[in-house]
């Protein structure tokens, strides 16, 4: 199965940006959903980007439309967030999640993800 590692995360003041990465191993991200998720402080854990890797469309939570862009180096194996704009709104603790692969469709659903990385906090001020 594949293994996530996160980083990038930190503290910035409110406008900054930062560009998490999101390194598997194991196995390719291709033919799975992947994407990215956040828990905020006493809240529950949502969906910040998602897609189906090899055939699916992109799709971001109406939060961080504009300011958030999703982006993949096949090449390195590795997933990246670009964070611009950033808002306190958009504290917490940052997860790159991978489904099974073939399991196509429903990306949007935290049941579909098997693997998740360990998490990097970020924090905005």
């Known amino acids: 199965h594949v293994q996530l590692v996160e980083s990038g995360g930190g503290s910035v003041q409110a406008g900054g940006s930062l560009r998490l990465s999101c390194a598997a191993s194991g196995d390719t991200y291709s033919g799975r959903c992947m994407g990215w998720f956040r828990q905020a402080p006493g809240k529950e854990r949502e969906a910040v980007a998602y897609i189906y890797i090899g055939g699916g469309n992109l799709h971001y939570a109406d939060s961080v439309k504009d300011r958030f862009v999703f982006s993949q180096d096949n090449a390195k194996n590795t997933l990246y967030l670009q964070m611009n704009s950033l808002k306190p709104e958009d504290t917490g603790i940052y997860y790159c999640?991978?489904?099974?692969?073939?399991?196509?469709?429903?990306?949007?659903?935290?049941?579909?993800?098997?693997?998740w990385g360990q998490g990097t906090q970020v924090t905005v001020s």
């Open positions: 999640a991978a489904g099974r692969r073939g399991d196509y469709g429903d990306c949007h659903r935290q049941q579909k993800y098997s693997n």
